[in-house]
């Protein structure tokens, strides 16, 4: 919670000898003084520093009241702000200022946020960091954005640059997107209707609607046939290419773990009696179970998880390898870039062994779509009997292993 007091800047003495009167604030553990219109010279002080003048002491009360009850109409949304938040809306108070005259810088707030993605390990983070470079882009670097300068209009504008600037539908998608979500997460942390604190009065999507690319599914692109996913895990690297090596071994792991994700590969910190346990990160904030997954690692790549054994903590290597996950994600698609050329392979990506895996197990196997979404840690259909039902683990590797045997007890079938 917020103190403050009422105090003389002794040391900040005028030609005349006078010295100002201010509040000092603190806040967080930072002070900051907001300034009075009044002065004082030393006889009108105690011995201990504080105003005993008649006739100044009344108004310094008058002020003393006005921090006194600002501070109580906050109660704890006090921890909304900043000490800088709060200096800016105590002077606006005491100025006669509307509390929503609060300046929250935009930039700012999206830094701070993308600092805590990487910190949670959250890939997604560089699509925020691309949001906010094309952003500057459009207003000039070293500009401030307040908040409620987002508005409907702002995004059209926007808009007709990213046009000009001949930006795709997705990377209109995406940044719009990033930037309505960014602004949610400052109107939860910074709005309190109860207070009637509303700080950010801006809803530009209402009126705003985002581009969207057109429904088609990137399985189509992505998804390679049983026959080309045997002729990756048959390709010998040469020795000497590390990275096809890490590229392959890794690529091969995904697809049989179901096709587990990079960043979780890389973040990953649980591996007991050969059964790997971790939280989706893409999804892991979702309530009904926290997307994790349960996977037995099966014997076809128990020495992939060997050759990586990871330290302090992590069940892979691979943090002590690259600095962040992106390194990783980047390392691996220059690996993969490179087989795909080796094997003439029109394309494919790392998140190829996930759509793959899925797509084998539909149309190939024709497995029961819940059993396929349940080994992806897709959101349960049945979001209640979810709650009440003790998790079958082993269903997972039934369907795991089924489409294992098809694809390595067929390695040598022509299709």
């Not at 011995?47 to 003048?53: E, L, Q, V």
């Not at 009344?58 to 006005?66: E, F, R, S, Y």
């Not at 026959?227 to 096809?244: G, H």
């Amino acid at each position: 919670m917020a103190s403050y007091k009422v105090v003389v800047l002794q040391q900040n003495k005028r030609r005349d000898n006078s010295m100002p009167v201010c509040i000092r604030v603190t806040h967080k553990r930072i002070s900051f003084f907001i300034k009075t219109p009044y002065f004082v010279f030393a006889k009108q002080l105690d011995k201990d520093g504080n105003i005993k003048d008649s006739f100044l002491r009344p108004k310094i009360n008058l002020l003393d009241n006005a921090v006194i009850s600002t501070l109580t109409e906050l109660g704890l949304a006090v921890n909304k702000f900043t000490a800088k938040e709060l200096k800016i809306f105590i002077e606006d108070k005491l100025n006669g200022d509307a509390p929503s005259k609060i300046h929250l810088d935009f930039f700012e707030f999206a830094e701070q946020y993308i600092e805590r993605m990487k910190a949670d390990g959250r890939d997604s983070a560089r699509n925020y960091t691309a949001t906010i470079n094309n952003l500057m882009k459009f207003l000039g670097r070293g500009t401030n954005l307040d908040f409620n300068a987002i508005t409907a209009n702002f995004c059209y504008q926007y808009h007709q640059w990213m046009i000009a600037q001949k930006l795709g539908i997705r990377g209109q998608e995406l940044y719009f997107g990033s930037i309505r979500k960014l602004l949610n997460a400052a109107i939860a942390k910074y709005n309190d209707y109860d207070k009637d604190i509303t700080p950010i009065t801006v809803d530009p999507f209402r009126r705003f609607k985002i581009p969207k690319t057109p429904n088609t599914s990137n399985a189509e692109h992505r998804a390679l046939l049983a026959k080309t996913i045997r002729k990756i895990f048959a390709y010998q690297p040469s020795p000497k290419s590390q990275r096809e090596i890490l590229a392959k071994d890794i690529f091969m792991l995904s697809f049989c773990l179901c096709g587990m994700n990079a960043i979780d590969l890389y973040t990953c910190t649980s591996l007991k009696n050969n059964v790997l346990i971790y939280n989706r990160s893409k999804t892991k904030d979702r309530r009904a179970d926290q997307a994790e997954m349960r996977i037995t690692i099966p014997q076809e790549v128990r020495h992939i998880v060997s050759k990586y054994k990871g330290e302090k903590g992590l069940v892979f290597s691979f943090a002590q390898c690259y600095s962040t996950s992106n390194c990783f994600n980047a390392a691996l698609s220059k690996g993969l870039k490179a087989i795909c050329k080796k094997l003439d392979i029109d394309k494919f990506s790392f998140y190829s062994a996930r759509h793959s895996w899925a797509t084998i197990a539909i149309n190939d196997l024709q497995l029961p779509s819940a059993n396929v979404d349940e080994c992806l840690a897709h959101v349960p259909v049945r979001k209640m009997l979810h709650k009440y039902v003790k998790r079958d683990w082993s269903r997972i590797d039934v369907t795991n292993r089924t489409v294992l045997d098809y694809i390595f007890k067929n390695a040598n079938q022509n299709e």
